[in-house]
């Protein structure tokens, strides 16, 4: 497993944006598929994005789909999550999450119990 750390969560208006990163310890982090999820106060975590170990490919929610943008740079062990356009149904604790090659078994980009590796959060509150 890798360690995983947010940052980059804050206050912003309806119609900015804001860019979360995510850095992760270990050597394995390039062999790691990378998602970001969200939870809202009362609402279940849900999937946000997902891109693939070598960032080939990337998978979105509809409700974000055209508005942010997943990337990862595995020279540095970071992955980002880019948020534009931003509403206030955005707001919630943003978590990364990794899934490893034994991971992959468990289901899709799209499913939480397909990431063995979470951090802690980071919030994003949206006013509008």
């Known amino acids: 497993q890798v360690q995983l750390v947010e940052s980059g969560g804050g206050l912003v208006q309806a119609g900015g944006s804001l860019r979360l990163s995510c850095a992760a310890s270990?050597?394995?982090?390039?062999?790691?598929?990378m998602g970001w999820f969200r939870q809202a106060p009362g609402k279940e975590r849900e999937f946000v994005a997902a891109?693939?170990?070598?960032?080939?490919?990337?998978y979105y929610a509809d409700s974000v789909k055209g508005r942010f943008t997943i990337s990862r740079d595995n020279a540095k062990n970071t992955v980002y999550l880019q948020m534009n356009s931003l509403k206030p149904e955005d707001t919630a604790v943003y978590y990364c999450?990794?899934?490893?090659?034994?991971?992959?078994?468990?289901?899709?980009?799209?499913?939480?119990?397909?990431?063995?590796?979470w951090g802690q959060g980071t919030q994003v509150t949206v006013s509008s």
């Open positions: 270990g050597r394995t982090f390039s062999t790691y598929a």
């Open positions: 999450a990794g899934r490893g090659p034994a991971d992959y078994r468990r289901g899709s980009y799209y499913s939480e119990a397909s990431y063995g590796s």
């Open positions: 891109i693939t170990w070598n960032g080939g490919s990337t």
